[in-house]
């Protein structure tokens, strides 16, 4: 079975430019996390959706904003770019929210 | 003060050691424990996964965790340059739903 997978791999945006990242979570799975993962820290949390309903959200500003499709595959949006928002975003897929989070490769964004 | 600590390393040992790599968090309402593994540039590889206090043993890894110290410890036993990678403790409240990460310790494992 295939894991969880992300698109693009790599991507290179200047900044005030829109980036949208996509995920496809593991097959069964109906809840989807997106982490930032800036180098040399560990992940941050910024959403989770289960059944295309936002369940949690962390700490990051309204220019990052995500939605579930039916299909329960995921796109995190990022307006207005800054140098900062240079990193790894990673998704993980679950069961349903409250199990074990599975990791996708990542999408590596770097914003000039 | 973040809510979880990690010894950033490096460490580096020989093949065969035994590894010890710990965290420490602040947050009682910690209750889910989890171990990742990362390799260079790919995502968080799931390890170990606990609950309760006590060890939780997989092959040749050990996971501890202590909640009255509010500590967690992964134990690498007969380490392998495979083993090289940054370790990664993650933890969350019961409603299980964000995981708060340590910054992740990066292993050497020489031959």
């Known amino acids: 079975d295939a894991g969880v997978t992300q698109s693009p791999t790599h991507l290179i945006k200047t900044r005030g430019q829109h980036v949208t990242l996509r995920c496809s979570p593991i097959s069964g799975h109906k809840s989807v996390s997106w982490y930032q993962q800036v180098l040399g820290q560990g992940p941050q949390f910024i959403f989770q959706y289960y059944e295309k309903e936002e369940r949690g959200r962390g700490n990051f500003p309204d220019r990052f904003s995500a939605r579930q499709f039916p299909n329960y595959s995921s796109e995190l949006n990022v307006n207005a770019l800054l140098l900062g928002d240079s990193a790894l975003y990673l998704c993980?897929?679950?069961?349903?929210?409250?199990?074990?989070?599975?990791f996708g490769p990542g999408t590596r964004l770097l914003v000039l | 003060q973040k809510e979880v600590e990690q010894d950033p390393g490096p460490l580096s040992v020989p093949e065969g050691a035994i590894v010890s790599l710990n965290c420490t968090y602040s947050?009682?309402?910690?209750?889910?424990f989890m171990w990742y593994r990362q390799y260079s540039r790919k995502g968080p590889e799931l390890l170990m996964y606990?609950?309760?206090?006590g060890n939780k043993e997989d092959g040749r890894f050990t996971a501890q965790v202590d909640k009255s110290s509010k500590y967690i410890s992964l134990f690498i036993r007969d380490s392998q340059p495979s083993d090289s990678a940054t370790y990664l403790c993650a933890m969350s409240d019961t409603g299980r739903r964000a995981l708060t990460f340590g910054s992740g310790t990066r292993l050497q494992v020489q031959p």
């Open positions: 993980a897929s679950s069961l349903g929210g409250q199990e074990t989070q599975y």
């Open positions: 606990t609950y309760s206090s």
């Open positions: 947050n009682s309402a910690f209750q889910y």
